[in-house]
């Protein structure tokens, strides 16, 4: 298929063949069409938003980073699929810099998943997110860090044994286990 069946696809008025077009745009590696697919994580189908965001992992553009970031924080916990291409298209576009400077990020759902990101590319700077004030962020950043694992940060979630963070069984087991390695 070439880049303007491809580019004529994306705007057509059902949302199976935006979605298809969108996933072919990622396969194809077709660069030229990155902004369109930007464009597209505004869609009103979420499953044109999904290919979207999996095709600007592929093609590896930064620029989707502050999309994609929306994306998570508008979809929340709402829409699992939706926020799983999200991450897949984050660990695609953003540097491991990027992804770990979201740790400031306003949304604690752009936050959760800059960590998933940070897990599927085994970074141990998924340890600065274990500041953060809200426990699902916690809990997301000790289960990355606990199971890839990354050994080299245990010692940092072995140190919230003496903190007043911790809560609940998943996070304490964790932390006791990273201690106990």
């Known amino acids: 298929m070439d880049l303007?069946?491809?580019?004529?696809?994306?705007?057509?008025?059902?949302?199976?063949?935006?979605?298809r077009a969108a996933d072919l745009a990622?396969?194809?590696?077709?660069?030229?069409?990155?902004?369109?697919?930007?464009?597209?994580?505004?869609?009103?189908?979420?499953?044109?938003?999904?290919?979207?965001?999996?095709?600007?992992?592929?093609?590896?553009?930064?620029?989707?980073?502050?999309?994609?970031?929306?994306?998570?924080?508008?979809t929340a916990e709402n829409d699992p699929a939706l926020r799983h291409g999200a991450v897949l298209g984050l660990a695609g576009c953003a540097s491991l810099e990027v992804l770990a400077g979201q740790s400031a990020h306003p949304s604690p759902d752009a936050r959760i998943g800059a960590i998933v990101a940070l897990r599927r590319l085994k970074s141990s700077l998924v340890t600065q997110f274990l500041k953060d004030s809200?426990?699902?962020?916690?809990?997301?950043?000790?289960?990355?860090i606990y199971d890839i694992p990354l050994y080299e940060s245990y010692p940092a979630v072995a140190a919230l044994l003496e903190s007043e963070k911790l809560e609940?069984?998943?996070?304490?087991?964790?932390a006791l286990g990273a201690a106990l390695r």
Not at 4 to 19: G, H, I, N, Y
């Open 26 to 74: 990622g396969e194809l590696k077709m660069t030229q069409l990155a902004a369109r697919l930007v464009e597209l994580l505004r869609d009103a189908s979420a499953r044109v938003r999904l290919f979207a965001a999996i095709s600007l992992g592929k093609l590896q553009y930064a620029a989707a980073t502050d999309p994609l970031l929306s994306l998570l924080a508008e």
């Open 134 to 144: 809200d426990p699902r962020v916690l809990l997301e950043a000790v289960r990355a």
């Open 4 to 19: 303007s069946t491809v580019e004529k696809c994306l705007a057509d008025v059902e949302f199976e063949v935006r979605a």
């Open 168 to 174: 609940g069984n998943a996070l304490l087991r964790r």
